[in-house]
């Protein structure tokens, strides 16, 4: 694998154009660390690669400008590969708000571009992809970046030339003699025989072993209520809060999260989205006692508390617009909506203001969200950048902020969420301890969401809620069909099947828990004891496998072009498989957990052949709602599979499976 660099306005390429001046390499136990160092006329390229044990390369650069005049770079391609494969094609996902993890395959005849412009690294696509060829083999890479990134798949003879990383579109940084930009890291896995599991997999113990930061609640996966789908904005107060913490202290919930419209002026009537960015201001019409006083309140019952935030934008009413317009990130004049993280000063303001935010109402949780598209960025040139590198400044400065908030308050779980899912990657997962996944959560949609977002991310590090109480208007109208537990009877089958989608990944609720029925209350409580005492440990710690395609939401089809043919059939099919599946196995393969959804729309009958188990061992499986208990091989497990032809449309089963 090489690299290439494009600056003032050519584009050079590793050992063709690059002298390797010096290599070093450092061996440890469970990596090993290539540094090579390369120069040219005009610039230093410290090229880095990482070979973890778990099967998975991380690739970066540094670029250093060694002349004596300055260099504008203009293109910086962490990973730049040829592969010998005269047909592959490229599975990724599409994006947008309520759509993230929407499939796509693609036959590669000719050359194509995978590539993000929004400013938000999963606003339109994902950074990832995988590779596949008529082999089986498997290339992925994903850019740990949250802003805008480029793949490039280039059709070179008898194969392709993949390059990426920072996106090159509206993009140029210039560096005075001496200084170094820092290029975003690229994460490359490799399968084979089409495995995605095997994949996904290995960046899944990647990412828990060397990645993602840990405290005591990200260990513990505390369980969550959040109040904003039911009680958005204007409908939150003091008493409702509270009434609701007491009955999530009944239900054995862990932690209660104060989302937007605790902030701003005293007005009942405020909107959140206006005063973005007043966040010294509390709305004491509906928080009369103040947020330290709820904050204290929740830890005398026993819970954490959470409080949400979005330290980077700027509302069209707030104070801070007027009060500090030099923070205001512009482009060409034009206001966009954001503070400029790449301006020195805003980070430092930032900082503080999360720091008195944390300590001052002692959050042990702080939800980071961010709501709209910077775009190429800002262009403005009192902040300390350039003209063509104010958004990677901007998420350079913001990385720098969330490791400094890190360091100053250890045990603080930071979540990140941008509009739901659109900025998901592992750049933003070096320093968020879990990322909200979608903002709906309908049942089709929740299944969709996790058999894309594992294939590059940990269950324990994706945080979504079942279904949820979404908020009606005036006209009975909401963002997406809402659950109503208050109101609407549902049968308990069907209930628990909703449930449980959420807990394969992070688990929490957002309803009405004081309004609920008894009978509702009870079984939504059974579950949060179900969830953390049988579910938590696999979700933490184990490896995952698809035993089903990808269920789709019914507005979804996936995109194919180019007719593929190696996967896609399995995978999707023609409108996404409505029964689905998933097995969480433990690294020791001692015990596993099965939990099984037959959707509305499917056949009657699924056969589901297990994995990831040891072939000669024994197994006893424990149908947690059928009441059964069998006894099998690995093998007859993994080769015969079970059958499940009793359970109705939008019903579950839960299956334990331990090695005797």
Same mark, same amino acid.
């Given at each position: ?8 306005? *050519? ?70 590969? #040829? ?6 094609? $490229?599975?990724? /996902? ?12 693609? !036959? ?21 992809? !995988? ?72 960046? +899944? ?26 009680? =958005? ?19 054995? +919930? ?13 007005? *009942? ?8 960015? @007043? &966040? ?13 006083? $709820? ?12 409080? &949400? ?56 949780? +702080? ?20 003209? %063509? ?22 045990? $603080? ?36 969401? /996790? &058999? ?20 009606? @208007?005036? =006209? ?35 309803? *009405? ?33 698809? $035993? ?22 399995? +995978? &999707? ?31 009657? #009958? ?5 994995? %990831? ?8 499986? #424990? ?17 015969? %599979? ?19």
């Amino acid at each position: 694998m090489s690299f290439a660099v494009a600056y003032d306005g *050519k584009l050079y390429v590793g050992d063709a154009d690059f002298k390797l001046v010096d290599q070093k390499i450092q061996i440890h136990q469970e990596f090993k660390q290539n540094l090579s160092i390369w120069m040219d006329g005009a610039l230093k390229v410290n090229l880095y690669s990482i070979e973890y044990d778990c099967g998975v390369n991380e690739k970066w650069m540094e670029i250093i400008n060694v002349s004596s005049r300055n260099v504008t770079i203009n293109r910086a391609d962490s990973l730049y590969v #040829t592969v010998e494969q005269p047909y592959c094609e $490229l599975l990724y /996902f599409t994006s947008g708000w309520g759509k993230e993890f929407s499939p796509a395959c693609r !036959a590669l005849h000719d050359s194509f571009e995978l590539r993000n412009l929004k400013g938000r690294s999963s606003a339109d696509f994902y950074p990832w992809f !995988a590779l596949l060829d008529s082999r089986g083999h498997i290339l992925s890479a994903s850019v740990a970046w949250s802003g805008n990134w480029v793949f490039r798949f280039e059709k070179v003879g008898n194969g392709y030339l993949i390059s990426g990383g920072l996106s090159d579109k509206d993009f140029e940084k210039s560096l005075k003699p001496g200084e170094m930009m820092v290029c975003p890291r690229v994460i490359i896995v490799e399968a084979d025989n089409f495995d995605l599991d095997e994949m996904a997999n290995k960046y +899944i113990r990647w990412g828990r072993k060397y990645w993602y930061p840990s405290n005591s609640i990200s260990r513990d996966l505390s369980v969550e209520w959040n109040h904003w789908w039911p009680y =958005e904005d204007i409908d939150i107060n003091e008493e409702i809060f509270k009434a609701n913490v007491d009955k999530a202290a009944q239900m054995g +919930i862990q932690v209660c999260t104060l989302d937007a419209g605790w902030f701003g002026p005293s007005d *009942k009537y405020s909107r959140w989205y206006d005063v973005r960015g @007043d &966040w010294e201001m509390v709305n004491s019409v509906r928080f009369s006692s103040g947020i330290r006083a $709820l904050a204290d309140y929740v830890h005398e019952k026993g819970l954490k508390f959470g409080i &949400w935030c979005e330290i980077e934008a700027l509302g069209e009413k707030a104070a801070l617009r007027f009060n500090h317009p030099e923070f205001e990130a512009r482009r060409d004049g034009k206001s966009l909506g954001y503070i400029c993280f790449g301006n020195p000063e805003v980070q430092e303001w930032a900082f503080r203001m999360l720091d008195r935010i944390v300590t001052e109402y002692t959050c042990d949780w +702080i939800k980071l969200d961010f709501n709209l598209d910077p775009g190429a960025g800002c262009n403005r040139i009192d902040h300390g950048h350039g003209e %063509g590198d104010g958004l990677y400044e901007h998420y350079m400065g913001y990385y720098r902020v969330l490791a400094r908030l890190r360091e100053r308050h250890p045990e $603080l779980l930071i979540e990140n969420c941008s509009s739901g899912g659109l900025r998901m990657d592992l750049g933003i997962m070096r320093n968020a301890y879990n990322t909200y996944v979608s903002d709906p959560d309908t049942p089709l949609h929740d299944l969709q969401l /996790f &058999w894309g977002a594992t294939l590059i991310l940990a269950p324990n590090v994706c945080l979504h809620w079942p279904w949820s109480h979404s908020r009606t @208007d005036k =006209e009975g109208k909401a963002p997406y069909p809402p659950l109503d537990l208050v109101n609407q009877r549902i049968d308990k089958a069907i209930l628990d099947c909703y449930v449980r989608i959420g807990m394969l990944n992070w688990f929490g609720y957002s309803h *009405k828990l004081a309004e609920l029925p008894e009978y509702v209350f009870e079984r939504l409580k059974y579950h949060v004891e179900f969830y953390s005492r049988y579910i938590k440990p696999f979700v933490a710690e184990a490896d995952l496998y698809r $035993l089903c395609g990808q269920t789709l939401r019914e507005d979804c089809l996936p995109i194919k072009e180019g007719s593929p043919h190696l996967v896609d059939n399995t +995978i &999707w099919g023609k409108a996404g498989d409505r029964w689905s599946a998933f097995q969480f196995v433990m690294p020791d393969k001692n015990k596993s957990v099965l939990f099984v959804f037959r959707m509305h729309n499917s056949e009657t #009958t699924r056969r589901l052949k297990l994995k %990831g188990l040891e072939p000669d061992a024994t197994y006893v499986l #424990t149908f947690n709602d059928r009441g059964e208990r069998l006894v099998a091989k690995g093998q007859e497990l993994m080769e015969e %599979g079970l059958v499940f032809d009793y359970l109705a449309e939008e019903n579950s089963e839960v299956v334990f499976i331990r090695k005797i």
